[in-house]
């Protein structure tokens, strides 16, 4: 009986040493994988606190333009170096009119040229055409209800636009359930037939929320012609 007994608990004990033995062996072969192989993705910085800022630089006139409630005033208020802990802006108001932000990213001179997105701004929409580089498409991608007036509007102003300067698609409102993808955007939006230069990034930011994005589309109005 006891011979019985001391044979099953010798058992048991190899089945448990086995178990630990291989658990151990396949942590320490991942972490090895992981040290080799998967090197950790640099985060991008959304706040812009790596960049130089210098004396000077050449300005770059950004028309930042969309429906209302998009995200305009709250994309151009992410630009600009540190705010981490978005204490620096309340709840943006809708804009009536038309706000003007310049800031020092470094290499250049933003001047965001950020006009409301009420059906009588958008008459006036054109009026900054003139003295603009690159144009702004602010779309708010959690709301499928206004994308094709959002379309409409677009192609409706570009058409105002004769020198077919590049334009940025800003996807805002990722963070939120249902939102759209980007490819999704591009195709409702009616832009991929465009004689111009168009890109699109997706981005977030919510008052006071984690930003997404706005290094990306920093670096892509970096680049535009
Ligand atoms: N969840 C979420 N809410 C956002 C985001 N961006 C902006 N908002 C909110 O959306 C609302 C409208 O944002 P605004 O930046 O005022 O929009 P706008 O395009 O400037 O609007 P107008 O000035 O009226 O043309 C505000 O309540 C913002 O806090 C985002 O990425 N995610
Ligand atoms: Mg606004």
Same mark, same amino acid.
């Given at each position: @009986?006891?011979?019985?007994?001391?044979?099953?608990?010798?058992? %048991?004990? #190899?089945?448990?040493?086995?178990?630990?033995?291989? =658990?151990?062996?396949?942590?320490?072969?991942?972490?090895?994988?992981?040290?080799?192989?998967?090197?950790?993705?640099?985060?991008?910085?959304?706040?812009?606190?790596?960049?130089?800022?210098?004396?000077?630089?050449?300005?770059? $006139?950004?028309?930042?333009?969309?429906?209302?409630? %998009?995200?305009?005033?709250?994309?151009?208020?992410?630009?600009?170096?540190?705010?981490?802990?978005?204490?620096?802006?309340?709840?943006?108001?809708?804009?009536?009119?038309?706000?003007? $932000?310049?800031?020092?990213?470094?290499?250049?001179?933003?001047?965001?040229?950020?006009?409301?997105?009420?059906?009588?701004? #958008?008459?006036?929409? $054109?009026?900054?055409?003139?003295?603009?580089?690159?144009?702004?498409?602010?779309?708010?991608?959690?709301?499928?209800?206004?994308?094709?007036?959002?379309?409409?509007?677009?192609?409706?102003?570009?058409?105002?636009?004769?020198? @077919?300067?590049?334009?940025?698609?800003? %996807?805002?409102?990722?963070?939120?359930?249902? =939102? @759209?993808?980007?490819?999704?955007?591009? $195709?409702?939006?009616?832009?991929?037939?465009?004689?111009?230069?168009?890109?699109?990034?997706?981005?977030?930011?919510?008052?006071?929320? @984690?930003?997404?994005?706005?290094? =990306? =589309?920093?670096?892509?109005?970096?680049?535009?012609?």
């Amino acid at each position: @009986m006891a011979l019985i007994w001391l044979q099953q608990t010798w058992n %048991a004990n #190899r089945i448990v040493i086995t178990v630990a033995t291989s =658990a151990a062996t396949a942590a320490i072969a991942y972490g090895i994988y992981k040290l080799l192989f998967n090197e950790k993705e640099e985060e991008a910085d959304e706040y812009f606190e790596s960049i130089v800022l210098s004396k000077d630089p050449p300005s770059k $006139k950004i028309l930042v333009i969309g429906l209302d409630g %998009a995200g305009k005033t709250s994309f151009v208020r992410c630009f600009g170096k540190g705010n981490k802990d978005g204490k620096a802006y309340d709840e943006p108001r809708p804009t009536v009119g038309f706000n003007v $932000k310049s800031v020092n990213m470094g290499s250049v001179l933003f001047d965001f040229w950020d006009v409301g997105g009420s059906e009588v701004c #958008r008459e006036c929409w $054109k009026q900054f055409l003139q003295s603009i580089h690159n144009i702004v498409w602010v779309v708010d991608a959690s709301n499928r209800e206004r994308i094709k007036e959002s379309s409409d509007a677009l192609n409706n102003f570009l058409q105002n636009d004769k020198q @077919m300067r590049s334009l940025l698609i800003v %996807a805002n409102k990722q963070d939120c359930d249902g =939102a @759209m993808k980007l490819s999704e955007i591009k $195709k409702l939006l009616q832009v991929d037939s465009l004689k111009r230069d168009v890109q699109i990034v997706g981005t977030q930011t919510p008052q006071g929320g @984690m930003r997404k994005g706005i290094w =990306a =589309a920093y670096n892509k109005l970096l680049n535009m012609p």
